[in-house]
């Protein structure tokens, strides 16, 4: 044990990598281990790099898992929190029904929890970050994808199945592109990562002149949302179009929270808030022009503080109040 302090050890469970960390209920991170996940080899091996990540941080943090109080797990995808089970996920090819709460507690031998990942996020902004003393927030991470978390009078809104908040797959066009979810016209299909780059590869493809070609050498299946970021940066036309009409795609989506939750704060999180006000001061207009005068004179749309221990730092506050939440009900 820490000075006194019971730590929790957080695992954020993504496509490309997994980060590990050992968090004390202040907040504070004591230890970071991350990994590649190498999810296209199916689950087993992502568990098993789960379990390198896992013993990596303990082992910097110099703890064994008698002195935790739990371990929580963040990870994107449709869960069934109360059984542990990962049904499916976006970014983790093969994954259906895993039981993952069960197998990491068999092996490590600690209470486990499994949260979604934007709602962990979420729930470390509200505690730890740019939503502290606030109750009533929006998260939304804008990144590859674009996840969701809800807090409604200070606590997180999980829904009757614990999937609530799939902010990113509100319908904004009806007859909108097709997102990864099967559905059309989806909030992520028109402002992600995923769909920034889409965008610019059509628009090259359709004869748009763009310096975008020369950013990635010609190679158009290498342009990210990063790529239109940076030429927008430097003056180029087709890619600032690009990230306004994301931006006003954003708002719209904002304009539709802020009428539903009239929250206090919109915090928006993931690689694409890194654009900053390029991308929130239109989205912010938008929701001028668009959402209840009354709600958009409440509301703050501000960028997330904690970057990428958001997730950690979220599963871990997850831990610690279901553990108080067993402890009031013995």
């Known amino acids: ?33 991350y990994c590649l996940t190498m999810a296209d080899r199916g689950p087993g091996v992502v568990i098993d790099r789960i379990l390198s990540a896992v013993n990596g941080a303990m082992a910097q943090a110099q703890l064994k898992t008698s002195e935790l109080i739990g371990l929580g797990v963040a990870t994107a995808g449709i869960l069934d929190a109360k059984k ?9 090819p093969r994954w259906h029904n895993v039981q993952l709460r069960d197998f990491l507690a068999k092996k490590l031998g600690v209470a486990t929890y499994i949260i979604n990942d934007a709602n962990a996020a979420a729930l470390g902004e509200h505690r730890f970050g740019v939503g502290r003393g606030f109750t009533n927030i929006i ?20 829904g009757a199945d614990g999937c609530a908040a799939e902010l990113g797959h509100i319908t904004i066009e009806v007859d909108g592109p097709q997102c990864h979810c099967g559905n059309f016209g989806c909030l992520e299909a028109l402002a992600s990562g995923w769909a920034v780059a889409r965008k610019a590869v059509e628009r090259i493809n359709q004869g748009e002149k763009s310096s975008i070609i020369e950013l990635v050498d010609g190679r158009l299946e290498s342009i990210t949302a990063e790529t239109v970021e940076i030429a927008a940066r430097l003056g180029d036309q087709l890619a600032a179009n690009i990230v306004r009409d994301a931006a006003n795609y954003l708002g719209v ?24 006000d390029m991308l929130l001061k239109p989205a912010r207009k938008v929701v001028r022009e668009r959402a209840f005068k009354l709600p958009t004179r409440t509301v703050r749309i501000v960028r997330a503080r ?17 553990q108080l939440g067993n402890r009031e009900k013995a």
């Open 84 to 92: 542990g089970i990962v049904t499916t996920s976006p970014n983790l």
């Open 306 to 322: 904690l970057g990428s221990s958001a997730g950690v730092i979220g599963a871990a506050a997850y831990v610690f109040d279901q």
């Open 253 to 276: 989506g904002f304009a539709n929270f802020v009428n539903i939750f009239n929250p206090e704060l919109i915090v928006v999180g993931g690689g694409l808030s890194k654009m900053g």
């Open 1 to 33: 044990m820490i000075s006194g302090e019971w730590p929790v050890l957080a695992v954020d469970l993504g496509g490309t990598k997994i980060m590990a960390a050992v968090v004390l209920p202040d907040g504070k991170v004591l230890s970071r281990k």
């Open 139 to 158: 998260y939304l991470t804008v990144s590859t994808g674009i996840g969701g978390g809800i807090i409604v009078n200070g606590e997180l809104y999980s």
